[in-house]
């Protein structure tokens, strides 16, 4: 187990799209708007201090995500947390499954 305090999860929806994908339209006064091709991810966030420490905050993320089926996309870890991209219908299973797997911080 990790020695990580966990101070709570968030999750925010993006839209994204890789510039080979992505067909940029012009509307009205030339603004530009991005085509239908465009996937919607999640971006949930593990908060929590230390995250970058020995501790095995990482390994334990990747026993998780195998655990549970969760395939992250974009990872990124900081000493103040984890963040990673889903797809966004996988928002709740996700982070019902984070609730019961990674102990709070009280």
Known sequence: ???TDIRG????????????ECDFLLCDGGVPM???KAKRLCKITIHGMGVRGDKGF????????VKRGIEPR??????????????????ERVLDALCEDFPMWE
């Open 9 to 20: 999860f968030t999750a925010e929806d993006y839209f994204i799209c890789s510039i080979n």
């Open 74 to 91: 974009f990872i990124s870890l900081s000493d103040m947390g984890l963040a990673f991209f889903i797809d966004a219908g996988e928002k």
């Open 1 to 3: 187990m990790y020695l």
């Open 58 to 65: 990482s390994v334990y993320f990747a026993r998780f995500c």
């Open 34 to 36: 991005i085509s239908a």
